[in-house]
């Protein structure tokens, strides 16, 4: 297919871990864009370094179909299983202790680490060692590596309460919750653990900024990892315009590492409608990026609000839909983003023109003369648009009059009186507890 | 030498005499000493004469003090007085007008003894009324004669212990009388006499002595003479502390010297007279490498040590001011041919090659100016020489952390002190001052500039050595000095799109090395410098957009005024070559941004190191000139001027036009480009406007077509055979960039007529403005569009005619001069809230107010300073 030029998921496969690819590629299976045997030697390539044999197992099978399964992954089928059962017995108490919710709730309740290792070591009924706490981390990981993602979220989560943010495991521990929750779809936990991982790094959290470099690598991960909270998350789209565009440092690694992102922020700002005023930033981001960086969506942007070029911001639109197809993240949006792109042609149309035929809005909409009118109906009818459609011309006609110099002038010094009062009251309100303190007031001036 | 510079300037001044007795030297230094030799006897008995009389009354003197005899005393010192009157003017001719040694000795001791015999009120008291009456007037006498010589006394009194010369002086004169020595043994002598003056103010004797210096050199005598010399002025520096140490030195320099006499006597024995010596030099060149073949003892076993000690004598005298340079050259060259011959093995040519590269450098006693190109040539010669040498071996390590006693000449792994870099880091320098000396139109320089083809592969070469045996830093400036020999450079290559394969562009070069620097510098200088290059070279080439962010991120804009002035300037530079780069690739507004800063001062000629300005109201000093001059760039690095005004002019034009166009009744328009918009009030204020002759006139003109809205003539007054020829066949792309103008101006005109004429129209038919314009219809229209969304035009379109209907809303003048008003007093009410807000801090406002600028902006919109300040203006004019 042509739009595979447009396709993403190696640019962020880079900036993924193995586990989080899987489901990109899951996706371009399923839309058969690339060949089959590639996706799966794919993912051999990708489950070549985890735990996962049985799943190796599988997708051999699918691969070479006659082929037997090679002894040496049989045997470490085994060996995987004895070391997850040793890793398992160095925590035995500590699973024990997840098990019981009394003690959990307790655990819970309190807030720093310290107090609770303290809480867990003295009290002898839990049989809880300060080792242990790396050991868990090490099952944690191990049984992430085996595909586990539930468990694994849930040892990390323990890993989280009892670890100190100075500890040098804490870091490798918000990532791999994070990968976890979103392993296992959790979101809400995800945007929790997405909050915290970029508090640490934007606080500098040991290990995480060591230099600038690093800081900016971890955020670049950040952003791609992100992506699957932000589009599946409800609160999602306001974030990612937050996180994104009026976070500088996040801006900054979008530019300077990945202006791809670039295409995920744009749809979001397209689709999200209250927050129009990202618009102008965002144009100005992806002007400056131009050069590195455009794909249909961004040239929509473009095309709409720099050149005012309807007619090729139509054709891009076209595009923006095949891509918007073939994008894991993008594709439940696209409903809304082809709605509120057509909105967003229209809106600017309309700021522009007095009176525009039915014929060329619907052409430029992509829609039938009918439909388009009916669109418009409805947008006049909840108050949107200020218009009247002249349906023996076929024309709607813009009702807004722009202001006569007298009303501009009018409205300027409208306020101004009352300001200026408020303004001498608060003075005067001023002046007068200056008075009761005079060695301050004469000190002052 | 190099001590010397250090000290201070003033031996800049003399030491351009030094050079003379080398280009004087040759042939008739043999009759010139001769000659020498008679009338100094002629002068010698009218002076001995003198200075006898004057040493009897000191004899006197001295005696009268021993038995306190203070009349005596006064009548000797009238007496001394009257002498030393009658032999002034032998002293003048003989010493400069420096009373000698032993008169003022005599002074000083007079003085002496007469404050103390003052300080003594007991003896006072006891004295004879006469006695006292000559006591007080000797000394008042006394006090008002050694004002006459007081810098001679101060001089005096800071070393008293230097022996004394009167002895020796009694000693030539007695020997004087006794008239019977031989020639050489009276030379020596008479040469003394006049040394004790010349000990103490350095400066006055130097042109004098450094003539009849240069003519006797030849003698072999003499230069021990010259050593203890050298030795006394050492000791002059430091005073007492090391004198025993000097003269143990002193010694073992006699020493040799004495075995090389000796040797001159047993090899030149046929050769009877001094004559004789001069055939044996080879190449001629000087009058003091007469003594260039006795190196070493003709049967003695020449080895590395040898070698080594025979190089430390001749360095040791390096820096002396009374050493010849040139006669050092020759020696090392002998030494290095002697080594070579003795099969001394590498390394030891690898140190008598550094040792010879630092005496060409000595060898030039100017720090500014430039050495002689053939000095230069040798240098380079000799640099590539160990270059070589140190290629060629793989285990030879040349450093400058090695001491002496480190130093491995004969077994591998070699190591020899001395430092390469800084060897090349120098010749470069010199290579810049050659060609800032000739003049740029000659041939002379073309010829000059061929030689950075040397200098470039040399410096290719000396990164080998340091990427072999250099640490990170070492590679860091080697590297430097390759960016700065390439980043002006254009390569036309690298616009090619069918580059053959495996060719390296400058720009992967650059690349390259700069992104070493990056990484591995840990002085910020050199990193800066890396970056301002790799922008300039980036913008060199069109790579707008990479040197556009190489800028902004490293927020150099910001930091630059701190740093050292050559970085300025390469600052200014790279500035210029973005503005550059930028109005090439039709972005106007960062082109104008990039430029305003350095146009606006108008003297962008001296930001950009391109030449010094005449300056009107305070005359440079001669240093901050030297200064200045040093700083200029060399010719062929130059940034056409023309060219960068008229781009600036051009881009001015068109952002200034339409905005003033657009904001006619407006009263906070300010001014954009301030140099333009003195240059179109200037024609406009003209009664009469002639066609246009400069580049600055066309552009000028081509403005106020443009007012007009009329693009055709606006055009042509941009582009035309003459600006052809003066601006825009300099640029690479030429025809890319005139059409670009042509777009441009085009649509600037097109918004301009807008602008102006909206309100003659009730509605205008885009069809025909695209006409009008010859733009493309699509153009037009989303031209039109984007000046009604920005709220420019107040108008909408018509869709099924195609015609922009123009709001009837365009205010009449009285309104708009109330919406001024109306500005302005909700401005007021603004500031008024805003003080009262920060009232609690109040005398902190101006701090926290550009504070606040500065926040605003975004870094990546920061483009300059330029764009701050006027915001801060900006600011300042609501309040």
């Avoid at chain 2, 010669?381 to 000449?409: A, C, I, K, Y």
Wanted: hydrophobic share 35%.
């Amino acid at each position: 297919m042509s739009y595979s030029k447009f396709d993403l998921t190696f640019k962020i496969g880079q900036y993924l871990d193995r586990h989080l690819v899987f489901p990109l590629l899951e996706f371009l299976a399923a839309k058969e864009t690339y060949d089959q045997s590639e996706l799966l030697q794919a993912k051999l390539e990708i489950l070549s370094k985890t735990n996962m044999i049985d799943y190796v197992i599988d997708i051999r099978k699918m691969l070479y179909l006659d082929e037997d399964t090679p002894e040496d992954i049989k045997s470490r089928r085994g060996i995987v299983l004895s070391q997850l059962q040793e890793l398992q017995d160095a925590v035995e108490p500590v699973l024990r202790l997840m098990q019981r919710d009394d003690v959990m709730k307790t655990v819970e309740t309190m807030r720093d680490p310290k107090t609770l290792i303290n809480h867990l070591t003295t009290n002898k009924e839990f049989e809880f060692k300060v080792e242990m706490i790396d050991s868990m981390y090490r099952l944690a990981k191990y049984r992430y590596e085996c595909g586990n993602y539930v468990e694994s979220a849930s040892y990390l989560y323990f890993c989280q309460l009892v670890m100190s943010p100075t500890d040098k495991n804490y870091l490798p521990v918000l990532w791999g919750k994070l990968a976890s929750e979103i392993l296992v779809q959790n979101w809400d936990g995800a945007l929790e653990d997405l909050t915290k991982l970029r508090e640490f790094i934007d606080n500098g959290g040991a290990g995480a900024t060591a230099s600038n470099m690093q800081a900016l690598q971890q955020r670049t991960w950040l952003v791609h990892w992100s992506l699957f909270v932000f589009f599946n998350h409800v609160k999602g789209r306001d974030l990612i315009i937050e996180m994104f565009l009026y976070k500088p440092l996040y801006l900054n690694a979008i530019q300077t590492m990945c202006p791809h992102i670039l295409r995920y922020l744009a749809t979001a700002v397209i689709i999200n409608r209250s927050r129009r005023n990202a618009l102008k930033d965002l144009v100005k981001v992806i002007q400056q990026e131009a050069y590195t960086y455009r794909d249909p969506i961004t040239e929509f942007i473009e095309h709409l609000y720099v050149n005012f070029d309807f007619e090729a911001a139509r054709r891009k639109l076209n595009q923006c839909q095949a891509v918007l197809l073939t994008d894991f993240f993008l594709i439940a949006c696209l409903e809304e983003f082809v709605e509120n792109a057509r909105l967003m042609i229209f809106e600017t149309f309309c700021r522009i023109h007095q009176v525009i035929s039915i014929g060329m809005l619907a052409e430029n909409l992509n829609m039938q003369p009918d439909e388009a009118e009916c669109w418009i109906v409805n947008l006049i009818r909840n108050a949107r648009l200020d218009a009247k459609i002249d349906s023996k011309l076929g024309h709607v006609v813009m009702g807004a009059q722009p202001l006569s110099p007298y009303q501009q002038l009018v409205e300027r010094i409208d306020s101004l009186a009352v300001r200026s009062e408020a303004l001498t009251s608060l003075v005067e309100r001023k002046q007068k507890t200056r008075n009761q303190d005079i060695r301050w007031g004469t000190q002052e001036f | 030498m190099s001590r010397f510079f250090a000290t201070g300037t003033d031996s800049e001044s003399e030491s351009s005499s030094e050079d003379e007795p080398v280009v004087r030297a040759p042939a008739p230094v043999y009759t010139f000493s001769d000659d020498e030799e008679e009338t100094k006897r002629v002068v010698r008995s009218m002076k001995e004469k003198r200075y006898e009389e004057l040493e009897g009354i000191i004899h006197y003197l001295r005696n009268h003090r021993k038995i306190k005899d203070f009349s005596s005393a006064l009548a000797s010192f009238e007496e001394l007085q009257k002498a030393y009157t009658r032999a002034a003017p032998v002293v003048a001719k003989e010493e400069n007008g420096v009373a000698p040694r032993f008169f003022v000795r005599a002074l000083v001791e007079l003085e002496d003894w007469v404050s103390s015999a003052w300080a003594d009120r007991d003896s006072r008291k006891t004295l004879s009324k006469g006695s006292s009456k000559a006591l007080t007037s000797l000394r008042q006498k006394l006090r008002k004669y050694t004002k006459d010589f007081e810098a001679e006394v101060a001089k005096f009194r800071e070393d008293p212990d230097l022996p004394d010369d009167d002895e020796e002086h009694k000693d030539s004169s007695s020997s004087d009388e006794s008239d019977d020595e031989e020639k050489v043994k009276e030379k020596p002598r008479a040469r003394r006499s006049p040394e004790p003056p010349r000990r103490p103010p350095p400066q006055d004797d130097e042109s004098s002595d450094s003539m009849d210096w240069g003519s006797s050199s030849s003698d072999s005598s003499e230069s021990s003479d010259d050593e203890t010399r050298g030795a006394t002025t050492i000791r002059e520096r430091f005073l007492k502390r090391n004198t025993e140490r000097e003269d143990d030195e002193e010694k073992d320099r006699r020493k040799t010297k004495i075995r090389r006499d000796r040797t001159v006597k047993v090899s030149k024995k046929d050769q009877a007279d001094d004559g004789g010596e001069w055939e044996t030099v080879k190449g001629g060149k000087g009058a003091a490498i007469s003594d260039k073949p006795k190196m070493f003892a003709k049967d003695s076993d020449i080895d590395a040590a040898l070698v080594v000690k025979k190089l430390g004598e001749i360095s040791a005298a390096r820096g002396r001011k009374r050493t010849d340079r040139r006669a050092q050259l020759e020696l090392l060259h002998e030494l290095r041919t002697v080594a070579a011959q003795h099969n001394l093995g590498d390394a030891l040519q690898l140190k008598l090659r550094a040792a010879t590269v630092a005496a060409l450098f000595d060898y030039n006693p100017k720090v500014s100016d430039a050495m002689k190109p053939e000095y230069w040539s040798r240098l380079v010669e000799n640099v590539d020489q160990m270059v070589t040498l140190l290629l060629g071996h793989e285990d030879m390590v040349l450093s400058e952390n090695f001491t002496e006693e480190q130093e491995q000449l004969v077994t591998p792994p070699f190591q020899v002190r001395g430092c390469l870099l800084t060897a090349l880091e120098r010749l470069d320098d010199e290579f810049t001052k050659l060609l800032k000396e000739c003049d740029p139109h000659s041939n002379e320089y073309v010829e000059r500039l061929k030689d950075e083809v040397r200098v470039s592969a040399l410096i290719d070469r000396v990164c080998q050595v340091v990427e072999r045996d250099g640490t990170p830093q070492e590679i860091c400036r080697a590297y430097l000095r390759k960016i700065d020999h390439l980043y002006y450079k254009f390569d036309p290559r690298a616009v090619r799109k069918d580059l053959p394969p495996g060719e390296e562009t400058t720009i992967k070069k650059m690349e390259r090395f700069c992104k070493y620097i990056y990484a591995h510098d840990e002085t910020d200088r050199l990193r800066t410098r890396a970056i301002l290059s790799h922008i300039y070279h980036h913008a060199l080439h069109d790579n707008w957009f990479q040197a556009r962010d190489l800028l902004l991120m490293s927020h150099l804009q910001e930091t630059v005024q701190h740093s050292d002035p050559s970085t300025q300037i390469l600052y200014n530079r790279t500035m210029a070559n973005l503005g550059l780069c930028a109005f090439r690739r039709g972005n106007v507004k960062e082109a104008h941004g990039c430029l305003a800063e350095l146009m606006m001062t108008g003297k962008p000629k001296e930001l950009l190191a391109q030449g010094l300005l005449p300056q009107r109201q305070h005359e440079r000093s001669k240093e901050q000139e030297k200064i200045e001059k040093q700083r200029q760039m060399p010719f062929h690095m130059h940034i056409n001027l023309e060219l960068l005004e008229c781009v600036y002019l051009v881009s001015a034009m068109l952002i200034e036009i339409p905005y003033m166009a657009a904001h006619e009744f407006d009263a906070r328009r300010r001014m954009i480009s301030k140099t333009f918009y003195q240059n179109l009030r200037a024609s406009e204020r003209q009664a009469l406007v002639g066609p246009p002759e400069s580049m600055r006139e066309h552009a000028v003109a081509a403005a106020r077509a443009m007012r007009r809205g009329d693009w055709r003539a606006c055009l042509n007054f941009i582009v035309n055979e003459k600006m052809n020829a003066k601006v825009w066949d300099l640029m690479v792309g030429a025809d890319n960039v005139r059409a670009m103008l042509g777009r441009l101006i085009r649509e600037e005109s097109l918004r301009t007529y807008l602008f102006t004429y909206a309100h003659v129209y009730a509605s205008l038919s885009l069809r025909s403005l695209a006409d009008m314009f010859e733009m493309p219809r699509q153009r037009v229209h989303s031209l039109v569009s984007k000046m009604i969304i920005n709220e420019e035009l107040l108008a909408s379109l018509d869709d099924p005619s195609e015609c922009a209907i123009l709001h009837r809303s365009e205010p009449t003048r009285m309104q708009a001069l109330a919406l001024q008003l109306a500005d302005k007093v909700g401005n007021l009410v603004d500031s008024n809230e805003r003080i009262f807000e920060k009232q609690g801090s109040f005398f902190q406002r101006g701090g926290q107010q550009r504070g606040e600028g500065r926040q605003r902006e975004r870094p990546r919109e920061g483009w300059n300073r330029r764009t701050r300040n006027r915001r801060r203006d900006d600011e300042r004019g609501d309040d």
